[in-house]
């Protein structure tokens, strides 16, 4: 069983910064990618950032040079630094991982139940 579990969300004005974390636990073989996706009311799930196993990342267009992600490999955890926050980034942030639980399973992808960023004076 594996869980992801987010922590950071919250309530700030424009212009704020908050740091989202998310962690994986449970029977883990090896992480392969992990991301940030967001989904905001009536909107389709965006992908805002990923990560892959050694740093490589790629950034959603409108949020470049706003977010930085990052990832502890060790502690099994992805972070989403995000500043110069817009009322536009308010939405259900989901974590996402790539991940294989045995040396001889597939590696499939799981989700954590998201944190709410929310973007208002």
């Known amino acids: 069983q594996v869980q992801l579990v987010e922590s950071g969300g919250g309530l700030v004005q424009p212009g704020g910064s908050l740091r989202l974390s998310c962690t994986a636990s449970g029977s883990i073989f090896t992480i392969y990618d992990m991301g940030w996706y967001r989904q905001a009311p009536g909107k389709p799930r965006e992908l805002v950032a990923t990560i892959t196993d050694i740093g490589g990342s790629i950034y959603a267009d409108s949020v470049k040079g706003r977010f930085t992600i990052s990832r502890d490999n060790v502690q099994r955890t992805v972070y989403l630094q995000m500043n110069s926050l817009k009322p536009e980034d308010t939405a259900l942030y989901y974590c996402?991982?790539?991940?294989?639980?045995?040396?001889?399973?597939?590696?499939?992808?799981?989700w954590g139940q998201g944190t709410q960023v929310t973007v208002s004076s």
């Open positions: 996402n991982a790539e991940i294989r639980t045995t040396w001889g399973s597939r590696q499939r992808d799981y």
